[in-house]
């Protein structure tokens, strides 16, 4: 079992930046693919970024591409730092893990998920 703690939401204007971290309670961290998704009110859950378990593969939604990195250490935890942020990335922002996974874009192939962390951008 994987238990996922997201932390680093919070209201930040247009243009600021956010970090998020997720920390996973896993001594195989290194075996995990992790992802990032958010869900707007009234909207469905979309991909917004993935890290391969070994690092060497990224992916991000369209909607964040040249704004948004993930990044994981060697430990427990996976980031994502956003910048230039937009009123339209308000969400509860989850992050996910997917063992032995590529970074995939897919909900269905995270197993283990955490409890999500508002974040809201006001204009």
């Known amino acids: 079992q994987v238990h996922l703690v997201e932390s680093g939401g919070g209201l930040v204007q247009a243009g600021g930046s956010l970090r998020l971290s997720c920390a996973a309670s896993?001594?195989?961290?290194?075996?995990?693919?992790m992802g990032w998704f958010r869900q707007a009110p009234g909207k469905e859950r979309e991909s917004v970024a993935a890290?391969?378990?070994?690092?060497?593969?990224t992916y991000y939604g369209d909607s964040v591409k040249g704004r948004f990195t993930i990044s994981r250490d060697a430990k427990n935890t996976v980031y994502l730092q956003m910048n230039s942020l937009k009123p339209d990335d308000t969400a509860v922002y989850y992050c996910?893990?997917?063992?032995?996974?590529?970074?995939?874009?897919?909900?269905?192939?995270?197993?283990?998920w955490g409890q999500g962390t508002q974040v809201t951008v006001s204009s």
């Open positions: 996910a893990a997917d063992r032995y996974g590529v970074g995939s874009q897919s909900e269905t192939s995270y197993a283990y």
């Open positions: 896993v001594v195989t961290f290194n075996t995990y693919a």
């Open positions: 890290i391969s378990w070994n690092g060497g593969n």
